[in-house]
């Protein structure tokens, strides 16, 4: 069963060719949903050490966190391919 964890932001890697699928409208909206009812679905992260972690699921979500100024996002620690 997975278990949520708790992230640091600063230590998750978005892939450069996952950047490029983000809508700004749709960070907003989230952002705006996450003010009223919290985040509702974890993101997913394959670790790759202790401290840092790459981005599998979830972008526009890890997106409106990070314009809502949070610092930490929960998540699930999933094993995927590798991009």
Partial sequence: MLRIHK???DGIYVPVKR???LDAARVQALAEDMLMNGMKIPIQLRPVDGARHVFVEGLHRLEAARSLGD????AFLVQAQKH
């Fill in 7 to 9: 992230i640091r932001l």
């Fill in 19 to 21: 950047k490029k699928t």
């Fill in 71 to 74: 610092t930490e996002i929960a």
